[in-house]
Nanobody, 117 residues
């Protein structure tokens, strides 16, 4: 069974940085993972795309994080990261890892990121 496991969330001060990690585990081959992405959902709001990265390494970012976020994958392509800098309170949300594997979408359980002084 495929699982996505996020880590790296927590409490961060405004202006600070964090790095989220997502590990894809289970009976998968790296070439089966076409796209990976980070989404986030703030209280009482819909889940929105933060950034995505395709197998060849093409990236996209939400306007709200452009210039502050960097999404990346390791060479084996089962690990994905999100580096975010200059965090502000509007970045507070549960961050979810997403992967499209063999045409099926998978979601992680989410990791809470709270930006507060």
């Amino acid at each position: 069974q495929v699982q996505l496991v996020e880590s790296g969330g927590g409490l961060v001060q405004p202006g600070g940085s964090l790095r989220l990690s997502c590990a894809a585990r289970g009976p998968i081959f790296t070439f089966d993972i076409r796209t990976m992405a980070w989404y986030r959902q703030a209280p009482d709001k819909q889940r929105d795309l933060v950034a995505s990265i395709t197998r060849p390494g093409i990236t996209t970012y939400a306007d709200s994080v452009k210039g502050r976020a960097t999404i990346s994958r390791e060479n084996n392509k089962t690990m994905m990261y999100l580096q975010m800098d200059s965090l502000d309170v509007d970045d507070t949300a549960v961050y979810y890892c997403y992967a499209l594997i063999e045409g099926r979408p998978y979601w992680g359980q989410g990791t809470q990121v709270t930006v507060s002084s």
